[in-house]
């Protein structure tokens, strides 16, 4: 028998959308000779569906999509395997199940609900979802299918040094004596997880001595962008077939015969950039838009983000805007310039000055007797994010912001100013990662000046103004961020670990600690790092804690 990986980009809530990619994908696999074609979890309707789960309408489309999946597969000649919610059983406590369907020639032949539900980092299963109570053997074609859900097969003892759940799905399966295991998943990308998958799932293999056959979901939803790199092993873990990453693709996975195994593994640089890419497209698409404006500064910073979106959305709808103020330097705008030639992009100058000046005029009296500080250099900031807020009303163009994880992480960034926009595309890249991304961009030509690369990192708020004015240098300070952002170590264990002085760290905690109510109105990032800031990152404001 030969399965059919069918890895597709389904969007929140399109149940028209999904349908006709799901049967789309059905009807090309069953040409290949696919007798039995894998979709995503929670396919028919989109990953994470959050509180759209608690309205009944949206449950009852649900249901009517799996009646209307049903019959149509009367007329495929593959059977199709896909997730997708249901209503819970009334005694449940919950309003859904998170459901596996097996249809073959318009008949229902299986269900499998997910039984390990996480409730961590970005995940909230648990407040929407009922678990399964039981796993069964699912009979098909000759073979004996142990059908699993994504998390349902992260629990493995023989792999995590700690597990998160008393049970394991994997286990109780495996006493059923299956032939294979198959899981439908949809997991998030961060830095290093499509390895980690693939070595959990090849441990499990080879443990079992089972082959697996894994679909996962790609595409961006909101700040959570999927990677696809579904794949198929056999029993010793060894590669049967691979999909891409970060694209949708349908691979032919035979179950005994091992077939061409393609697609290289990406560097870090290379997963992250193309994570961005496809993040920053599905964002800007999947909320009805096709273009974008963005402020172009001459830094780094923002010219890594006009790169990325100009990938994403083509060079015709991206519009850059250079706002010098009289703090400016002239290279800046000139190195604007060139990277807007190199990609083609439109680059429009609007200078800020004048209106900075009316706003010192109409703040004069109130500001008389004060010194000249960061109000009047966050005012800068504010006046070019209302020219950009202008901007994307004017011609329906969403703004994306410029910061980094770094400028995040500290608070050197301005509420209603440089944090205006729609979409944070670099908010998960500390400063010292989004030049390896610049460096990797240039790799073969170049694309950014390396006048951008070289020049000292400076907001150009105040004249000669450097970043290490207010913040230890980048290789100083990110390694601290990552440690108390990323891993949640302590002062304590970062002045020992790191070796770095108790003032810097202490220093570097409290900003982290005092931005918070910067973050939580920042606009969403995309998650490309195990812990980002957003839905899976969550501290309160009020709160006075140095730990």
Request: proline share 5%; with cysteine.
């Amino acid at each position: 028998m030969n399965l059919a990986l069918a890895q597709i980009n389904p969007t929140v809530g399109d149940f028209k959308g999904n349908l006709a990619l799901i049967l789309d994908r059905a009807q090309r696999a069953g040409a290949l000779g696919a007798r039995l074609t894998l979709f995503p979890e929670l396919a028919v309707c989109g990953y994470p569906p959050a509180d759209l789960l608690d309205k009944p309408a949206f449950l009852a489309q649900c249901a009517a999509s799996v009646e209307y999946l049903q019959e149509a597969s009367a007329s495929l000649s593959t059977a199709i395997l896909f997730g997708v919610a249901l209503p819970a059983p009334a005694d449940s406590g919950k309003r859904a199940v998170n459901a596996a369907i097996l249809l073959d020639k318009g008949r229902v032949l299986f269900q499998q609900n997910k039984m390990l539900l996480p409730f961590y980092d970005v995940f909230d299963e648990q407040r929407y979802f009922a678990p399964a109570t039981e796993q069964r053997v699912c009979e098909f074609e000759g073979e004996r299918l142990a059908i699993t859900i994504c998390e349902d097969a992260w629990n493995d003892k023989n792999f995590w040094p700690r597990r998160l759940y008393p049970v394991d799905p994997i286990e109780d399966l495996m006493r059923q004596q299956p032939t294979m295991l198959v899981n439908i998943s949809a997991s998030p990308f961060w830095t290093g997880k499509p390895t980690t998958r693939q070595n959990m799932f090849a441990a499990i293999a080879r443990h079992h001595r089972i082959p697996v056959f894994l679909v996962n979901q790609v595409g961006g939803n909101d700040s959570l962008v999927f990677d696809g790199s579904s794949f198929a092993l056999d029993a010793t873990g060894a590669p049967l077939a691979q999909a891409a990453s970060f694209a949708e693709d349908l691979v032919l996975a035979p179950v005994v015969a091992p077939a061409a195994v393609s697609h290289a593994a990406q560097s870090d640089a290379e997963a992250i950039y193309y994570a961005l890419v496809l993040g920053t497209r599905d964002y800007v698409r999947k909320t009805g838009f096709q273009k974008v404006v963005l402020g172009l500064s001459g830094g780094i910073d923002s010219a890594l983000v006009a790169v990325i979106a100009c990938e994403a959305l083509g060079a015709e709808n991206l519009l850059a805007i250079g706002m010098p103020s009289q703090y400016s330097s002239t290279g800046s705008i000139d190195d604007s310039r060139e990277l807007a030639h190199n990609l083609g992009i439109r680059f429009e100058i609007l200078p800020i000055e004048p209106l900075y000046r009316q706003f010192e005029s109409s703040l004069e009296t109130l500001f008389a007797s004060t010194i000249h500080d960061q109000t009047e250099e966050n005012l800068q900031s504010r006046i070019r994010g209302t020219l950009l807020m202008a901007l994307s009303n004017k011609f329906s163009s969403l703004v994306l912001t410029t910061g980094n994880k770094s400028e995040m992480s500290v608070g050197y960034c301005t509420l209603y100013g440089d944090m205006v926009g729609a979409l944070a595309v670099i908010g998960d890249l500390l400063k010292t990662r989004v030049y390896q991304l610049a460096r990797w961009i240039n790799r073969d030509r170049e694309i950014i000046p390396a006048a951008i690369l070289a020049k000292e990192p400076s907001a150009e708020l105040r004249p000669g103004q450097r970043d290490t004015d207010s913040l230890p240098p980048y290789d100083i300070l990110d390694p601290i961020l990552e440690a108390c952002v990323e891993r949640y170590e302590s002062t304590e264990q970062i002045i020992e670990n790191y070796g770095f002085s108790r003032s810097i760290v202490e220093k570097v905690v409290r900003l982290v600690e005092r931005t918070e109510y910067k973050r939580q109105q920042a606009a969403p990032v995309l998650k490309v790092t195990s812990k980002s800031f957003g839905t899976g990152r969550r501290f309160p404001i009020a709160a006075r804690t140095q730990v």
